[in-house]
């Protein structure tokens, strides 16, 4: 089972060659949680990682004053909780099953020496984390560069890239956003406050750019929006 799957190739499964990815999923032990049940819990101690099989997941912390914020969705073939069980420090953010998800709880120990035993295997761990600080970065310049509509835009833009599925009616520009967010969870992406997420979403709804129903959202022309969020290939952030 997940031997043949293909894996989207921005996850951490899908940059991987096919002996090592093989090997991988044997690795570890084998799990099952139910929506909305905390995969991983904010603050805690332990030393392990999960590499997510199936499921979409999403990454939340809390602060002292009882503030939630998202701070990144996970799905199937990601890896979570490598931070805490590297630095072996507590865990810094919540991870919580959106719906049915299925995984392997591996060890730190095992995943290191699983590292050293396959290059590729590091590698693509150092890709992951480098896409995940460019990501961290772009949020932080965006916040300074880019009016809160501009700001919506590039999020979604950038999940569509990452997670978008492609719709058989679209001639290859209509896609799914591939994970369900509510909007206050949007808002939290792109640093906004609640109301504001909401005028820029129907904005960009009245501009023909994505639709909307529950909890859903469809990319309308997905190379209109990456023009539209400014979103290009020659500019590293």
């Not at 569509?160 to 509510?182: E, I």
Request: proline fraction near 5%; hydrophobic fraction near 40%; charge should be positive.
């Amino acid at each position: 089972m997940f031997v043949d799957q293909a894996w989207p190739p921005s996850t951490f499964l899908g940059r991987l060659r096919d002996a090592t990815r093989v090997e991988l999923l044997r690795q570890g032990t084998p799990i099952t949680y139910p929506p909305h049940r905390a995969l991983l819990q904010q603050g805690d101690d332990s030393r392990h990682v999960l590499l997510l099989t199936s499921g979409v997941v999403k990454v939340v912390a809390s602060t002292e004053s009882g503030y939630d914020m998202l701070l990144s969705v996970r799905i199937g073939g990601d890896l979570v909780g490598e931070m805490a069980a590297f630095e072996e420090r507590p865990r810094s953010g919540t991870v919580i099953a959106c719906g049915d998800v299925t995984a392997r709880v591996i060890q730190v120990g095992a995943l290191e020496t699983f590292l050293t035993r396959h290059p590729d295997a590091m590698r693509a761990i150092l890709h992951m984390l480098c896409a995940r600080l460019r990501w961290a970065n772009r949020r932080r310049i965006d916040f300074r560069a880019y009016d809160s509509l501009t700001r919506l835009a590039r999020v979604l833009a950038e999940l569509s890239q990452a997670y978008g599925q492609p719709l058989p009616d679209g001639d290859g520009k209509r896609c799914d956003l591939g994970v369900t967010l509510t909007q206050g969870e949007l808002a939290s992406l792109a640093g906004l406050a609640l109301n504001t997420a909401e005028k820029s979403l129907a904005a960009l709804t009245a501009k023909g750019l994505v639709e909307r129903s529950y909890r859903t959202i469809t990319i309308c022309d997905v190379p209109k929006l990456l023009e539209f969020a400014k979103v290009v290939a020659h500019n590293p952030y």
